[in-house]
């Protein structure tokens, strides 16, 4: 009979009881896995909170320990906290690209929307030129523009 120990066990060096409660959480396949968690944790503490948690909730809550503890290990002090910063970094560039690409956008629309007119209306001056919009300004009657 072949039993493989659960990475928590072959940490400690124990036989990996049948119900253990770390072996569905912690394979043998990613000791590292375990190893990250047990520096920042312990051991015993993160088997006190699985054991309080429902069965259905325990694999989120390992994969969220894991990420928290990863994180701390990267950056001691802030852990995944100084993450933060740095998304909103991202999203100032994205948002300024996204103003960037729009102004061109618009920009590319007026300049075809003067290419399409222009052969039909003549040019836009000319057109201000024939209405004494520049010269005059609006009237009472065009003041339904404002």
Known sequence: MTSTRCAVCK???RRCPSDC???PYFPPNNPQRFTCVHRI???SNVGKMLEE??????AIAVETLYYEAKCRIQDPVYGCVGLIPWLQ??????QVQLAKTRAEIAFLYANVAETVAEPILGSTESLFQQNDVVDHGLDERNSWFY
């Open 11 to 13: 940490y400690f060096r």
């Open 21 to 23: 409660i770390f072996s």
């Open 41 to 43: 944790y312990g051991a």
């Open 53 to 58: 948690l429902p069965v259905e909730d325990r």
């Open 89 to 94: 970094q991202q999203l100032n560039i994205a």
